[in-house]
């Protein structure tokens, strides 16, 4: 096996993890690859291409909607912690150097409310089969969409709803980043080793 045949293996197994593929499945994946390669003679760049695009496309029949739906759903609710925290610790912040009281506003609760699924459907689109090298681009326009908001939308609407206690807001905020945070660090440590599934030679 070549060093480029090396490299299409790593980036199609890259793309696969990124996309949530189980380690036994890639297993699957790369034995089938292999097999194929043996049978014709063919690298894996002739035999399936940019191994990126074909990582997104295997991802795609091993998932279904099903799972895009539950990836749209788990963009959704880390994203919908990870603002109310950061809004929460911001306002609380501020808020305890002025008199210890946090005014949300208007336009702080729009962003809570509106980003969320907004940047649900960004991520599930920028992991939809076919998508291969604009996955970036997606998270960049998910980055500037967030920004965007966070900081457009106080001064378009800076009529104060409410003003709450700042160490309440700020204890909502821990709490918000942290509950964001569980799932991603949880998934981290959880062991899912690549098998292969053919019998030792």
Known sequence: MTKADDAWRDAFVLE???RGVP????GEALAEVDAHCADSGQTPAEAFGDPVRYAAQRAGDIAGPTALGRTT???????TAAIVGAEGLWLGLTGLLDRGQAQIRLGDLLTVIVLPPVLAVIVA???R?????????????AFAVAI???????LLWPRVVVEAP????????????????WPILAERH????????RPPR
């Open 16 to 18: 696969l993890r990124l």
């Open 23 to 26: 380690g036994t499945v890639i």
């Open 73 to 79: 759903l788990r963009a959704w609710w880390i994203q």
């Open 125 to 127: 689109l920028a992991f």
């Open 129 to 141: 089969p076919g998508m291969g090298r604009r996955l970036s681009v997606m998270v960049a326009l």
């Open 148 to 154: 965007g908001a966070a900081v457009g939308s106080p």
């Open 166 to 181: 700042a160490l309440i807001l700020i204890l909502v905020g821990v709490v918000g980043l942290g509950a964001a945070l």
């Open 190 to 197: 959880r062991p899912d080793p690549i098998t292969d599934p």
